[in-house]
């Protein structure tokens, strides 16, 4: 199901003074980098801020050579590598984000764990995709702005992965957009990908920019497709627990409303 950005998570927060401040636990000091986080670290928000934490795991999915491991790099805050290489085994990734709720006003920090597995890998040994796979909240499919062939292939390849009963949030992330130029993959064919299958298509540049400053870089540049990776969990969450309702149950509830009316008339 597609939501309007910013209906659970508040989009622009992080320009702000509050999201600035909060901003500042997972920033070095310079603000000119994002702090790396081992699986036993966190950040701490300032004290002033009540907050609560939640934590996922994130499968990232897509043929060799889109730029999965560019695009984790570069949301992540690593250095993003200038020379493709085919990702060996398993890697993962802790990215935290703070994000402040729609409803409640409440600052939530975000702890991502990202799992990225060479296909080379994936298709050697039988193991790896089940451990990929294994208690996974949400699956970010990739394909490559130059590369044709793994936007139409994203629908085999999400059969592949996931099944339409899993409970998982599903995210497609177009990778090489500043390379859009030469892009082999229309906006209108996006849409139209979104519209079908009812999953969101998000766009990220594989380079560093280094002609604007480093907060404005660094942050701005992944602050959109984090936002949404995470209301999209957020909602997820908020669905299993009955606060929210699915897309059926909303159609059904519909219906049911108009259905009374019809008789009450």
Same mark, same amino acid.
């Given at each position: 199901m597609l939501i309007q950005p910013g209906t659970l998570l508040q989009y622009d927060w992080y320009k702000s003074w509050e999201g600035r401040e909060s901003l500042l636990s997972i920033l070095h000091r310079n603000m000119h980098h994002r702090k790396l986080f081992g699986l036993l670290e966190e950040p701490l928000l300032p004290v002033q801020f009540s907050s609560s934490d939640v934590q996922y795991k994130i499968f990232v999915s897509g043929r060799s050579g889109v730029g999965k491991t560019s695009a984790l790099a570069k949301l992540s805050g690593n250095e993003v590598p200038t020379m493709h290489s085919e990702t060996p085994g398993i890697q993962t990734q802790v990215v935290y984000w703070p994000a402040k709720l729609v409803q409640t006003n409440k600052i939530v920090m975000f702890r991502?764990?990202?799992? !990225? +597995?060479? !296909? +080379? +890998?994936?298709?050697k040994f039988d193991h790896i995709l089940p451990a990929c796979k294994e208690n996974a909240d949400a699956v970010v499919f990739h394909f490559s702005f130059t590369d044709r062939g793994s936007f139409e292939d994203l629908?085999?390849?999400? +059969?592949?992965?996931?099944?339409?009963? !899993?409970?998982?949030?599903?995210?497609?992330?177009?990778?090489?957009?500043? %390379?859009l130029a030469h892009s082999d993959v229309?906006?209108?064919?996006?849409?139209?990908?979104?519209?079908?299958?009812?999953?969101?298509?998000l766009k990220i540049a594989n380079i560093a920019n280094y002609e604007q400053s480093e907060l404005q870089t660094e942050v701005h540049e992944v602050a959109p497709v984090l936002n949404t990776l995470c209301e999209y969990l957020w909602r997820r969450d908020q669905v299993a627990a009955g606060v929210l309702q699915t897309e059926? %149950?909303?159609?059904?509830?519909?219906?049911?409303?108009?259905?009374?009316?019809?008789?009450?008339?």
């Amino acid at each position: 199901m597609l939501i309007q950005p910013g209906t659970l998570l508040q989009y622009d927060w992080y320009k702000s003074w509050e999201g600035r401040e909060s901003l500042l636990s997972i920033l070095h000091r310079n603000m000119h980098h994002r702090k790396l986080f081992g699986l036993l670290e966190e950040p701490l928000l300032p004290v002033q801020f009540s907050s609560s934490d939640v934590q996922y795991k994130i499968f990232v999915s897509g043929r060799s050579g889109v730029g999965k491991t560019s695009a984790l790099a570069k949301l992540s805050g690593n250095e993003v590598p200038t020379m493709h290489s085919e990702t060996p085994g398993i890697q993962t990734q802790v990215v935290y984000w703070p994000a402040k709720l729609v409803q409640t006003n409440k600052i939530v920090m975000f702890r991502l764990h990202f799992w !990225d +597995a060479g !296909d +080379a +890998a994936l298709k050697k040994f039988d193991h790896i995709l089940p451990a990929c796979k294994e208690n996974a909240d949400a699956v970010v499919f990739h394909f490559s702005f130059t590369d044709r062939g793994s936007f139409e292939d994203l629908p085999r390849h999400m +059969a592949r992965i996931v099944s339409p009963s !899993d409970n998982t949030c599903k995210l497609v992330l177009g990778t090489k957009y500043d %390379q859009l130029a030469h892009s082999d993959v229309t906006h209108q064919e996006l849409r139209e990908f979104e519209q079908q299958y009812k999953i969101p298509v998000l766009k990220i540049a594989n380079i560093a920019n280094y002609e604007q400053s480093e907060l404005q870089t660094e942050v701005h540049e992944v602050a959109p497709v984090l936002n949404t990776l995470c209301e999209y969990l957020w909602r997820r969450d908020q669905v299993a627990a009955g606060v929210l309702q699915t897309e059926r %149950q909303t159609d059904e509830q519909r219906h049911s409303d108009e259905d009374q009316m019809v008789l009450y008339f």
